[in-house]
């Protein structure tokens, strides 16, 4: 068949049995344009095709926002850690080259996701183990070269993740992904990894700008990945004495209704905790910041009883 670039015109003579079923995306060899991959037959089947859900298997939860500082690391660990507390086992993936997770749970793994990923480790020996039923996948500087290496792939390398971690398919009951600030080839893995997304909108800073615009890039994955859904949104640092945060908090709750979760309030104990490597929950277990936190666990897990 052949492929014409959308940006360069040019043309490709492909193979097509030689891709993968699964593949949706086409890097242009002359431009590196990446653009959508529509088999000649089915192709409105295969735009509307959503990958398979795994029966019983793990809800995968992605933490996600392309703007900076809004919480997505402390409600990924929080969230991570208190669903562990209560039995479930969870797997923690970072997908950030901070490696902040690593940093806040006060561990410091010497491999982590790109080395699973690479074949250089057996799963085991990639997961560390950084509290009961809580499994790390760290992130951090390593997570540069795997951007490369997904880059450089002509075909699928958006789903290299996602034919990864489905190893763990069995092993675990939840899969609460963290990623990066911006919008970079690791983010649109875990978009096409995860089924859920939670998204952390920072009543202090947060424009619904910036969520609208965040969403509409979510959109346009939503045409290849059906099942992914918008799940959660997260109003974080809410602070009453501004008067910005209840207005932006009432327009979201208009905007999203039941999607929408408790606040975290702006709570100093929050920022202290990761400077000893501990969760909140940890660290100051009767603060609000931990009170609010399980709240956001009562929701995800839907047990109003937990913790009570
Ligand atoms: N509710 C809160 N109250 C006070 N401080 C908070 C709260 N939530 C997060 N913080 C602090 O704000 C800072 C940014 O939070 P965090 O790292 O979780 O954001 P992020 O969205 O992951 O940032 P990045 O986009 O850089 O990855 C951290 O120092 C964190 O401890
Ligand atoms: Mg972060």
Same mark, same amino acid.
């Given at each position: /068949?052949?492929?014409t670039?959308?940006?360069?015109k040019?043309q490709?003579?492909i193979?097509e049995?030689?891709i993968?079923?699964?593949?949706?995306m086409?890097?242009?060899?002359?431009?590196?344009h990446?653009?959508?991959?529509?088999r000649?037959?089915?192709?409105?089947?295969?735009l509307?095709?959503?990958p398979?859900k795994?029966?019983?298997g793990?809800?995968?939860?992605?933490?996600?926002?392309?703007?900076g500082g809004?919480?997505?690391?402390?409600?990924?660990?929080?969230?991570?850690?208190?669903?562990?507390? $209560?039995?479930?086992?969870v797997l923690?993936v970072?997908?950030?080259?901070?490696?902040q997770?690593?940093? /806040?749970?006060?561990?410091?793994?010497r491999?982590?996701?790109?080395?699973?990923?690479?074949?250089?480790?057996?799963?085991?020996?990639?997961?560390?183990e950084?509290?009961?039923n809580?499994?790390?996948?760290?992130?951090?500087?390593?997570?540069?070269?795997?951007?490369?290496?997904i880059?450089?792939k002509?075909?699928?390398?958006?789903? $290299? /993740?996602a034919?990864?971690?489905?190893?763990?398919d069995?092993?675990f009951?939840?899969?609460?992904?963290?990623?990066s600030?911006?919008w970079?080839?690791?983010?649109?893995?875990?978009?096409?990894?995860?089924?859920e997304?939670?998204?952390p909108?920072s009543?202090e800073? /947060?424009t619904?700008?910036?969520?609208?615009e965040?969403?509409n890039?979510?959109?346009?994955?939503?045409k290849?990945?059906?099942n992914i859904?918008?799940?959660y949104?997260?109003?974080t640092f809410?602070?009453?004495r501004?008067?910005?945060?209840?207005g932006v908090?009432?327009k979201? $709750?208009?905007l999203?209704?039941?999607?929408?979760?408790?606040p975290?309030?702006?709570?100093? !104990?929050?920022?202290e905790?990761p400077?000893?490597?501990?969760?909140?929950y940890?660290?100051?277990?009767?603060?609000?910041?931990?009170?609010?936190? !399980?709240?956001?666990?009562r929701k995800?897990?839907?047990?109003?009883?937990?913790?009570k």
């Open positions: /068949m052949i492929l670039c959308p940006q360069c040019k490709h003579n193979d049995r030689r993968p079923p699964n593949v949706k086409a890097r242009c060899k002359y431009c590196e990446r653009f959508p991959f529509v000649e037959e089915k192709s409105s089947e295969t509307q095709e959503a398979d795994t029966a019983g793990p809800r995968k939860i992605g933490v996600s926002l392309s703007k809004v919480g997505k690391t402390t409600t990924a660990v929080n969230l991570a850690a208190g669903l562990a507390c $209560t039995g479930h086992k923690l970072d997908t950030d080259t901070q490696g997770d690593s940093f /806040m749970l006060g561990v410091t793994p491999a982590g996701l790109t080395e699973l990923v690479t074949d250089e480790l057996e799963p085991d020996e990639a997961l560390f950084a509290r009961e809580l499994w790390l996948l760290a992130g951090g500087k390593s997570l540069a070269g795997l951007k490369r290496l880059d450089r002509d075909f699928g390398g958006e789903l $290299t /993740m034919e990864t971690l489905c190893k763990f069995k092993r009951d939840y899969i609460i992904v963290d990623t600030p911006g970079d080839p690791l983010t649109v893995n875990v978009l096409f990894y995860v089924d997304l939670l998204i909108v009543l800073v /947060m619904l700008q910036g969520l609208v965040f969403l890039s979510i959109a346009a994955i939503q290849y990945r059906k859904s918008l799940r949104i997260l109003p809410l602070d009453k501004v008067r910005k945060s209840e908090l009432g979201l $709750t208009d999203y209704g039941e999607r929408m979760c408790s975290i309030r702006y709570n100093v !104990r929050i920022s905790a400077a000893y490597g501990q969760t909140i940890e660290y100051a277990p009767g603060s609000p910041g931990a009170h609010d936190y !399980r709240e956001l666990i995800v897990a839907d047990k109003p009883g937990l913790f």
